[in-house]
């Protein structure tokens, strides 16, 4: 069969929300199939490309029996040819070889598979040089692990495709999940057989599919040891498409001028190559495309995928809109929106009338009854900067005996979305806020958000409290939660926290703090931070003694033109004790919650888990470890996390190796999920791997993220203010699923969104520089990750002027030898050697391409290449838990 030129990819897609039913469009006629028209008498004898579904009686048995799999299925970035799903056991990912055994199932879908009978398995060659990653992942890390309080994304470059930025990027202030984004840095050369990938590193645009000598015979296989074996499938049946259908790309015309088809369709090409190409009827296209198509090369269209016959090579869809010039902010985000079927359209009326109607909004008096008055108390909430969605504030009160009374306070946001309301279906549907670089997408209107909910100071607020007594050392003597109204003082940023953490003696000049209420001082508020930080740091302590584990992850901040909207720059994020003194107390209030929602309804408990790390990848880390001989201990969160911290010292060097040790170690790490205490047997399983403790859910942000608002729902039902909602777990375990779903789809945004961002900013002010450190050596190419701004990218060997290259392995570790051109003829030629944990100096430069950009080595011997005792330039800093 031919296969379709795909562009190289700019964006993945992740996994955004199902679309129930597809539909034919109407008035097309009959699906085009192969290139050349066939008429009518003859459609019906045509060859069928794919198989066709299997019932849901026979794929329901299969399931029950075992005899089929299912999993959700994820294509390689780069080879669009290898998918795989997750082994159900943790061992090696299933391989799904070719566009046809993929049976048209796009990235993300839950599909089922049949194996295929062994002779026609993959074989794993141990010894082969060109590692490439087995899964193709994308960065999965779960915030919990590596931290996240703001829309700060964090760049992680995907090694498993030099075209594509990924970033991990964790909005949200949980470092719960811990992990990120290391994609082929593990060298265990797994061969690939079935596509022929140019040098460098571009699918080839119409390249048959090659299939690589190491295919093997049924005899061969008695032969080979059991793990050398990969297991491949087909697909046999599509459970849930959770793809949207909808991806950007480019109008072309159709090749054959003289074809029927030619007269009917254009060829849609989407700029992510795991999605096929589409017929469009040309009556959707611009009206002059036909005439003047090169008018059209560079705009950017989205199409949404209608129906994908079983004898066409091509899918069949409609062509949405134009969104404007390629490589322009506001087009390429829209267009990852869309993909990724996040709904930015503006709220209905019939959901704005849900929300309260005479303003300014005032308090009732009837809920001063029911609620703790907590108004006197120096309350206030620490936030970034630019946050307007203000969902939690903290207090600390000093009492008489040394201990003190500890507060978190969560806007009330369910006090504004009843349940079954229109704005309740469409929080629940949009599920969470989306952060983008230049702005955010809410998850409810902004009314609510920024004014009705946000905690903002010297305003009276709704909130739902839990209150503690703790000693100085974090010891919890009393618990108390209920729903309150507050009045913050102020609002401090990240900023004003830290200058207060760093300033613990000296009185700091109002000028440089925000606006204080006159019934609270500045050094009152002043001495409540320092005493949260002091508890906040025994709690920290505490949690890491207990066995808990942190990834942290370079972070990328964009400052913006104000006028273009352009990037001007970008630095690390830095994570510090302010960021450390919010995340404390907000993990404490998510695990108080969960306990208390779970000892009250045992069955029907919206909770968070993290599942233990892929067995097999980590097993490949682990030999990974040893190879290098780094002293490792992989046994649980807590010893990883004590391998992480203990091994490496102060320098930039060590830094550095630490840096990309974190992002191989998050590489085997799953998702966090929300999930029913009553639809999961084994509560075992309700476990939190990196937090390290037996329950743990989300309640502190509400306003954004509609998890918490079911579990303020159920927490109220809990202390009896509310009957329990009427929901069965298999209800409440459907909707954690979509709120799973809509959580990976926006972080997969928001890494897009400093994909794209970082990308308009080499093309803008590059070539930008930096030091890097090699995560992983080919035979022609090494994986490095670019310390200054936490990318990571592939430097291909024929892109560098370069005499010669060699490759090898001392002992197990690989080592690419290359030998430059010299710059003067007279010169003797230059080696250099690149081997895992090498520091070089790379280069990173846009490429004619609107949105590419590559890495290449800077030439040995120029200067500004680093000392390995010099201290890093970049530090180590990262983000916030939750």
């Known amino acids: 069969m031919s296969h379709p030129d795909y562009r190289v990819n700019l964006r993945p897609l992740g996994t955004p929300r199902g679309v129930s039913s597809l539909v034919g469009p109407h008035g097309v006629g009959a699906s085009p199939g192969d290139k050349k028209s066939k008429s009518k008498t003859t459609r019906g004898k045509k060859k069928s490309i794919f198989e066709t579904y299997m019932s849901k009686e026979d794929v329901s048995e299969g399931l029950k029996r075992g005899t089929l799999i299912q999993g959700v299925l994820r294509i390689n970035p780069k080879k669009f040819h290898e998918a795989f799903i997750p082994s159900p056991d943790g061992d090696r990912d299933i391989f799904i070889d070719g566009v046809v055994a993929r049976n048209r199932a796009l990235n993300g879908d839950l599909v089922v598979v049949k194996l295929l009978p062994e002779e026609q398995w993959k074989v794993i060659k141990p010894e082969s040089n060109d590692k490439e990653t087995e899964g193709a992942y994308e960065s999965d890390l779960p915030e919990e692990l590596c931290g996240s309080q703001l829309p700060q994304q964090s760049l992680k470059g995907y090694n498993d495709s030099p075209d594509v930025i990924i970033e991990a990027q964790f909005d949200d202030s949980d470092s719960e999940d811990g992990h990120g984004n290391t994609q082929n840095a593990l060298v265990d050369g797994v061969k690939k057989l079935s596509v022929c990938v140019q040098e460098k590193g571009k699918e080839d645009a119409g390249a048959p599919v090659i299939k690589d000598e190491n295919t093997f015979t049924s005899q061969d296989s008695r032969v080979l040891p059991e793990k050398s074996l990969q297991r491949s499938a087909k697909v046999v049946y599509i459970l849930e498409k959770k793809h949207s259908r909808a991806a950007t790309g480019f109008l072309k015309l159709l090749a054959d001028k003289n074809s029927e088809l030619f007269r009917k369709y254009a060829l849609f090409s989407p700029s992510d190559h795991r999605v096929p190409r589409i017929y ?53 985000t829209e267009g990852i929106l869309t993909e990724y079927g996040v709904d930015f359209s503006d709220f209905s009326s019939e959901v704005l009338e849900c929300l309260p109607q005479g303003l300014p909004w005032t308090i009732p008096p009837e809920e001063f009854s029911r609620r703790r008055d907590l108004r006197k108390d120096c309350i206030f909430t620490i936030d970034p900067s630019t946050a307007r969605d203000l969902d939690d504030a903290l207090s600390c009160k000093s009492l008489a005996d040394g201990n003190f009374e500890v507060g978190v306070h969560i806007a009330d946001v369910s006090y504004f979305v009843p349940e079954g309301s229109s704005l309740d279906k469409v929080a629940a549907e949009r599920a969470t806020s989306v952060y983008l670089v230049q702005k955010v997408v809410p998850m409810l209107p902004r009314l609510l958000c920024e004014e009705l909910c946000s905690l903002n100071p010297m305003t009276d607020k709704l909130t739902f409290s839990v209150i503690w007594t703790l000693t100085p050392k974090g010891k919890i003597l009393a618990e108390w939660f209920g ?89 690390v994020y830095e994570y510090r004790d302010s960021n450390k003194l919010v995340e404390e107390f907000m993990l404490l209030a998510n695990m108080a919650v969960a306990h208390k929602i779970h000892r009250a309804f045992p069955e029907q408990a919206l909770l968070r888990r993290h599942p233990p790390p892929q067995t097999k990848m980590l097993n490949d880390l682990v030999e990974f470890c040893d190879q290098m001989g780094l002293p490792m201990d992989f046994s649980s969160a807590g010893a990883l996390n004590k391998s992480l911290t203990e091994m490496f010292g102060d320098d930039k060097y060590s830094l550095a190796r630490k840096e990309v040790l974190t992002n191989m170690c998050s590489r085997p790490m799953q998702m966090a999920v929300y999930f029913c205490s009553g639809a999961l047997r084994d509560p075992a399983q309700f476990r939190h791997y990196a937090l390290n403790v037996p329950l743990y859910t989300h309640f502190t942000s509400p306003i954004r993220r509609f998890a918490d608002v079911l ?155 680093l000392d390995p005792q010099d201290q890093l330039g970049c530090g180590n800093h990262k983000e916030e838990q939750d």
């Open 280 to 332: 469009v009827p040309l009556k959707d296209c611009p009206q002059d495309f036909v005439t003047r198509p090169k008018d059209y090369a560079n705009t950017l269209f989205i199409c949404r995928i209608m129906d994908w016959k079983e004898d066409s090579n091509f899918a069949l869809g409609q062509l949405a809109k134009s969104l404007g010039q390629a490589g322009e902010i506001e087009p390429e």
């Open 483 to 571: 729903r309150t109204i507050i009045r913050s003082c102020t609002k401090l940023s990240y900023e004003h926290a830290q200058s207060m953490i760093e300033s613990p003696t000296r009185r700091i000049p109002e000028r440089e703090l925000p606006a204080i209420s006159p019934e609270h001082t500045c050094d009152e508020v002043h001495r409540a931070v320092l005493n949260l930080h002091g508890v906040a740091k025994e709690l920290r302590r505490q949690r890491f003694a207990d066995g808990a584990l942190r990834l942290d992850q370079l972070k990328l901040a964009f400052t913006l033109d104000h006028e273009t909207g352009l990037p001007q720059g970008c630095h």
């Open 711 to 865: 579990v303020h729902r159920l927490l109220a039902s809990a202390l009896g203010y509310r009957e329990l909602p009427d929901v069965e777990p298999d209800s409440l375990q459907k909707q954690a699923d979509h709120c799973n779903d809509r959580r990976m789809a926006s972080k997969r945004v928001q890494e897009l969104s400093t994909g794209l961002f970082f990308a308009i900013l080499v093309r803008e002010s590059g070539p930008l520089e930096s030091e890097a450190m090699v995560m992983g050596v080919l035979n022609q190419a090494f994986d490095v990750l670019v310390l200054r701004y936490g990318v990571q990218k592939r430097v291909y060997c024929n892109m560098l002027p370069l005499r010669s290259h060699h490759f090898q392995k001392v002992g197990k570790k690989p080592e690419l030898t290359l030998v430059w051109e010299p710059e003067d003829l007279e010169q003797e030629p230059v080696q250099q050697v690149i081997t895992i944990f090498n520091l070089v100096e790379v280069v990173l430069q846009a490429e004619a391409t609107a949105l590419k950009y590559s890495a290449v080595l800077k030439r040995p011997g120029t200067e500004g290449l």
